[in-house]
T-cell receptor, first 113, second 111 residues
Framework: KAGVTQTPRYLIKTRGQQVTLSCSPI?????VSWYQQTPGQGLQFLFE???????NKGNFPGRFSGRQFSNSRSEMNVSTLELGDSALYLC????????????FGPGTRLLVL | GQQLNQSPQSMFIQEGEDVSMNCTSS?????WLWYKQDPGEGPVLLIA?????ELTSNGRLTAQFGITRKDSFLNISASIPSDVGIYFC???????????FGQGTTLQVKP
């Protein structure tokens, strides 16, 4: 089975721009969660989508949004980028039906200049 | 909010030595997970624990879900150079996608 894939792997943007990141979950997984990883804050939960609905949300400003499509692929959008948004953005997938483990993708490294 | 305290923050050991790291929480978790992350990559799941008191092994790795459900430890026996990386514990308190992560333990192994 193919793992979680994320595109692009690397991205450079400037302040004020917006960015869209994509995540394709493991086949059969209906839940996709997004995390932000920074050296200072570690891994922080952004949100989870299950069957196209946001099921859980972390403590991030409204500039961070996401969506999920009928094929379970998910996108994350950050508008009006700030320098502090530079981070590794990870998505993770699971079936989402029972309590079980999540599997992470390799991440998208975003640099905001 | 929920927090996980992971220790030690970093370890520098000799190849062949055993390693132990642990996580404690102020809250109860239903699931404990241990991940390893290599530079520039996402965390890779090592061990998953679902029941209080559960002891699970994966090769040279052994992890336990604490009886109080507020702690977990990971042991690595006979370390080798490829064990180098950052190890994270993570906990989940309900059937959601939200994992709370520890700060990570950076492991360096000297050949």
């Amino acid at each position: 089975k193919a793992g979680v894939t994320q595109t692009p792997r690397y991205l450079i943007k400037t302040r004020g721009q917006q960015v869209t990141l994509s995540c394709s979950p493991i086949s059969g997984h209906r839940s996709v969660s997004w995390y932000q990883q920074t050296p200072g804050q570690g891994l922080q939960f952004l949100f989870e989508y299950f069957s196209e609905t946001q099921r859980n949300k972390g403590n991030f400003p409204g500039r961070f949004s996401g969506r999920q499509f009928s094929n379970s692929r998910s996108e994350m959008n950050v508008s009006t980028l700030e320098l502090g948004d530079s981070a590794l953005y990870l998505c993770a997938s699971r079936t989402g039906v029972i309590v079980e483990t999540q599997y992470f993708g390799p991440g998208t490294r975003l640099l905001v200049l | 909010g929920q927090q996980l305290n992971q220790s030690p923050q970093s370890m520098f050991i000799q190849e062949g030595e055993d390693v132990s790291m642990n996580c404690t929480s102020s809250s109860i978790f239903n699931t404990w997970l241990w991940y390893k992350q290599d530079p520039g990559e996402g965390p890779v799941l090592l061990i998953a624990l679902y029941k209080a008191g559960e002891l699970t092994s994966n090769g040279r790795l052994t992890a336990q879900f604490g009886i109080t459900r507020k702690d977990s430890f990971l042991n690595i026996s006979a370390s080798i150079p490829s064990d180098v990386g950052i190890y994270f514990c993570a906990g989940s308190s309900s059937n959601t996608g939200k994992l709370i992560f520890g700060q990570g333990t950076t492991l360096q192994v000297k050949p």
